[in-house]
């Protein structure tokens, strides 16, 4: 249901509507399957994972090509996990799509073509793995709604009146773009580029970037060891808005880092 | 259109936004005002339906589980049997718990976001930033405990709603646009079925106002003036309970049959 709503708020204001692409621009850009890409950001991290940190890194590398996508703006991304990637940017409306089980039995039955008790099986299971999947990675559920600006049940509205409330929001003075709010898109981007650098080596490491600034949190009993610094050497580099870059260790990041 | 129900996780801002809805539409606007027409027509104290309508039943309060129930029960037949009017905003009578299937009821919930929502709260009460957000985080969960005990719903639930804003950055303005731009939906327009499920709700509210100041556990439903009543008795008090409920919910004006259904009440059985 939420991908037919995108498309026609894209349509309508004449965005580019973005999905897979995002997963197809990490897989080519980290060499990493698209597949494990997939199954980062869909499944929970199970309990080995959690020390392998594995999906961390598949995690950090979609956020990376997902800002990576949205900064110039005009974009409608459809898929799993926008409202947290995306979190920090102040021009990014945030809206989640609520229907109600049966309606979601019926279009799961219809598209997968299974009967409707495996359809209510699967749906359940991806609500628990998507439960799972935002606590153990952000600490939130994804049914909090402070987490989105607008939560529209397509029950009883149809899909283009969900088209109507979203477009009229978007049109909206928060939610235009600014000299201010490009600026800390850009500088997400930068953030995130530089973890995604670092995650696979260094899982505990958080990014913040102001103005071209970049700060490195390491935590607590870790050291900048000489494997760090060459990496950082080569960081700044290769990825040319870095106009400064620091660690701190064992400081604690700040709420907004990546 | 003829119903918007607001509830928001902050009161200043619900009745912001409710006023400014029904400005801008032209609509009647229902609120706690009402409550003391309520108090008039069942002769209980304002006083005593305020404080219903805040927090849940408590012995240090002298308010019991059963007096708060039949006062709940007043002010949602009151407010359904006025909601039958066209045409109106509906806010701060919890109205979002109890009219469910009635299609042409838009339930909007708007949230503080956190920024606006303390500083409003901060303003309006004149206390300090630090204050307002401590006071916002043990409103919301004496809300959410009230709204569970009172109709078993958690009003936090986004689920329940048709539409849920979060002003942190949206403007309180552009959230009244939004709104009132729903009236035009095709889907919130009065139907006649839709019409006859909210004169069902407001029935059965009746018929439960009217059972609940003399007695408890009590569920009711109405369809097309038919009322069923679903109860609990020991076998000895049986016959004698649905004779009475009989009588009381035949009194009820519109109720043209009553049918009642009794479980047993094994603790009253075993004593």
Redesign the interface.
């Known amino acids: 249901m939420g991908k037919i709503v995108a498309q026609k708020v894209a349509q309508k204001l004449n965005y580019d509507l973005i999905s897979r692409e995002v997963l197809l621009d990490a897989s080519s850009r980290f060499n990493v399957p698209e597949m494990k890409l997939e199954k980062a950001i869909h499944d929970a991290p199970g309990i080995l994972e959690r020390y392998r940190h594995g999906k961390q890194s598949y995690v950090a590398y979609i956020r990376s090509a997902l800002v990576e996508r949205v900064i110039g703006g005009n974009v409608v991304y459809h898929g799993l996990a926008g409202h947290l990637l995306l979190k920090g940017i102040?021009h990014v409306?945030k809206v989640?799509i609520?229907a109600?089980l049966e309606r979601r039995v019926a279009i799961v039955m219809e598209r997968d073509k299974i009967p409707a008790p495996d359809a209510r099986a699967r749906i359940m299971e991806d609500d628990k793995q998507r439960r799972k999947w935002t606590q153990s990675l952000y600490d939130q559920d994804p049914?909090d709604?402070?987490l989105?600006?607008?939560?529209?049940?397509i029950?009883?509205?149809?899909v283009e009146?969900a088209v109507?409330?979203i477009s009229?929001?978007a049109g909206?003075?928060?939610?235009k773009s600014s000299e201010k709010s490009i600026q800390k898109a850009k500088d997400m981007s930068v953030a995130c580029r530089v973890k995604a650098s670092l995650v696979e080596e260094f899982p505990n490491i958080s990014v913040t970037c102001e103005y071209g600034n970049v700060l490195i949190y390491i935590k607590g009993k870790d050291q900048v060891t000489g494997k760090l610094s060459k990496k950082l050497d080569h960081i700044r580099e290769s990825i040319n808005d870095i106009h400064h870059l620091e660690t701190h260790a064992g400081l604690e990041p700040p709420p907004d880092a990546v | 259109m003829s119903i918007f129900i607001i509830s928001s996780d902050a009161r200043e801002i619900e009745e912001n936004i409710a006023k400014k809805v029904a400005e801008a539409m032209g609509y009647k606007l229902l609120n706690r005002d009402i409550l003391a027409t309520v108090a008039a027509n069942y002769q209980i104290d304002t006083d005593k339906l305020s404080e219903a309508m805040k927090t849940t039943p408590s012995l240090f309060k002298k308010l019991p589980s059963r007096q708060w129930r039949y006062y709940l029960a007043c002010i949602e037949a009151d407010v359904l049997e006025k909601l039958m009017a066209d045409n109106i905003v509906c806010q701060g009578l919890a109205a979002h718990l109890y009219v469910t299937d009635v299609?042409h009821a838009?339930k909007v919930?708007v949230?503080s976001?956190?920024r606006q929502g303390i500083q409003t709260v901060a303003e309006k009460r004149g206390i300090s930033l630090q204050r307002a957000e401590k006071w916002l985080a043990s409103e919301l969960l004496q809300r959410k405990k009230w709204s569970l005990t009172a109709y078993n719903y958690d009003e936090?639930d986004?689920?329940r709603?048709?539409?849920?804003?979060?002003l942190?950055?949206?403007?309180p303005a552009?959230a009244v646009?939004?709104i009132t731009?729903?009236a035009e939906?095709?889907?919130?327009q009065v139907m006649t079925y839709s019409m006859k499920c909210l004169s069902d709700l407001a029935l059965a509210a009746k018929v439960n106002g009217a059972l609940l100041k003399s007695m408890a556990d009590i569920r009711v439903q109405a369809r097309d003036g038919s009322v069923v009543v679903l109860t609990r008795a020991s076998s000895r008090q049986k016959r004698k309970k649905i004779e009475t409920i009989k009588a009381l919910a035949g009194g009820v004006e519109g109720v043209s049959y009553v049918e009642v259904h009794v479980k047993k009440n094994i603790l009253k059985e075993t004593n």
Do not use: H
């Open positions: 102040p409306l989640r609520n109600d049914w709604t402070s989105y600006d607008l939560t529209i049940c029950d009883k509205l149809s009146n109507d409330f009229q929001a909206t003075e928060g939610f | 299609s838009m919930r949230l976001g956190n936090t986004l689920t709603y048709d539409l849920v804003i979060n942190d950055q949206i403007d552009e646009k939004t731009g729903a939906y095709r889907k919130f």
